[in-house]
């Protein structure tokens, strides 16, 4: 018998392949993007000397779900942040998450804000 993986299994194998090629540096740091069914975390990380230069998540802005009001709050409120640090240009990861709902949502948010990627 056949054993189906789950969602977050799947995700995570989508996840890695994404990973081998986008790659975030000081200039143009890694978004990266996870998101919960109650909340969402957004990390801007240099990969070359592996550290987090900014990051945000709902909890932040006193949010209890994570709908697409929610990832459009904090697709602005990263931006606000990065854009405050110096930071206009980033390499957009995904997770491994559908490029959908949400994730769109996060994403259009955080380049009407003034990010570039």
């Known amino acids: 018998m056949i054993k189906k993986l789950s969602k977050n299994i799947t995700r995570q194998k989508r996840h890695l392949r994404i990973r081998k090629t986008v790659i975030g540096s000081a200039e143009r740091p890694r978004m990266s993007v996870y998101r919960s069914n109650k909340q969402f975390y957004i990390q801007l990380i240099d990969d070359v000397n592996q550290t987090t230069l900014f990051s945000a998540n709902s909890a932040e802005l006193g949010l209890k779900v994570a709908n697409v009001e929610a990832a459009k709050a904090v697709g602005k409120l990263i931006a606000e942040k990065a ?6 240009k980033v390499v957009f990861d995904r997770s491994g998450y559908l490029y959908h709902g949400r994730i769109k ?6 380049r009407e804000a003034g990010l570039q990627f």
Not at 83 to 88: A, P, Q, R, S, Y
Not at 105 to 110: I, K, M, R, T
């Open 105 to 110: 949502a996060l994403a259009d948010a955080a």
């Open 83 to 88: 854009l405050k640090g110096g930071v206009t």
